[in-house]
């Protein structure tokens, strides 16, 4: 491929704008019904990594799943998770009330969101058994898949921080079978992360360390957290669009709220996309690939 203008230094921009261009191709609007709100704006990244995994974490556990049986074990334990998943019963541990949790025991690593995962993907089983518990098995699997973008999401940014500044890049890149063994190392917690990110220095290097699309994979997944989505819109650039709701929300009084604010939702998204379209075309046609 010939760049015009750039020659071959054109390369990463046009890979760059390539990639954005692919993740241009759909639009994804989501509503969601949430009891509480804080408006909290979305945490640096190390932050929303830890809050994330502990909100996964305390809602495993609402469910009465114990979810210290897999994150409150150390190493030399770790191997037994068979043993220790049978141990949970799933016909009788649901039954319980919402178990203890101490949320001190997750960590920025891969170890602790490993750990996150088994948990909710045994809850997840479990949870299938259970009449009237389809919307949280529901839940607890998007946790599983949230848990496998953030294992990769962590091994990015690990293979991005300098490991010469850090003592803990190591926790972010461990391989599956160190997890597996329960010999990956461990990262810090919430108290040694405002230290870190209390160094200006630092606080720059470990912001940069992820980038634009794992950025936004992150935000999305701190937007939804463990709420229930009760309607999406996908849109295609070719105008293909197909929309979704919860079963008996359409049609009903206390649903048309929640109608209308998704189709102005999505209203807002598709300006804002085309604006976006357009922005990408701008900057594609300099050099000639457009």
């Not at 597996?180 to 917690?189: H, R």
């Not at 912001?207 to 709420?227: F, N, P, Q, S, Y």
């Not at 807002?268 to 900057?283: E, G």
Request: glycine share 8%.
């Amino acid at each position: 491929m010939a760049f015009p203008f750039f020659g071959r230094a054109a390369r990463p921009v046009v890979d760059e704008l390539g990639a954005i261009g692919r993740d241009l191709l759909t639009l994804e609007i989501n509503t969601i019904l949430k009891e509480s709100m804080t408006a909290e704006p979305t945490p640096p990244w190390p932050h929303a990594v830890l809050s994330l995994l502990r909100e996964y974490a305390g809602f495993l556990a609402d469910q009465g799943w114990p979810v210290m049986l897999y994150i409150g074990y150390d190493s030399a334990t770790w191997a037994t998770l068979p043993e220790r998943e049978a141990q949970a019963q799933p016909s009788t541990a649901l039954e319980a009330p919402p178990t203890a949790l101490d949320r001190g025991a997750l960590r920025l690593d891969l170890r602790s969101v490993d750990r996150v995962r088994w948990a909710a993907r045994g809850c997840s089983l479990a949870l299938q058994l259970v009449p009237n518990r389809t919307r949280q098995a529901v839940i607890a699997d998007r946790i599983v898949g949230n848990c496998d973008e953030l294992k990769g999401i962590l091994r990015r940014a690990g293979q991005t921080l300098p490991i010469a500044d850090f003592d803990w890049p190591p926790a972010l890149t461990s391989t599956e079978e160190a997890l597996k063994k329960g010999s990956a190392p461990v990262g810090p917690d919430r108290a040694e992360l405002i230290t870190l990110l209390g160094d200006t220095g630092r606080a720059k290097r470990i912001l940069m360390a992820l980038d634009v699309r794992d950025t936004a994979m992150l935000r999305k997944m701190w937007e939804i957290g463990i709420e229930e989505v009760v309607a999406q819109s996908v849109v295609q650039l070719d105008g293909d669009v197909v929309t979704r709701f919860r079963r008996g929300l359409d049609g009903s009084n206390a649903g048309a709220p929640v109608m209308e604010a998704h189709r102005m939702g999505v209203e807002v998204a598709l300006s804002s996309w085309r604006h976006l379209v357009d922005t990408a075309l701008r900057l594609v046609r300099p050099l000639g690939l457009s």
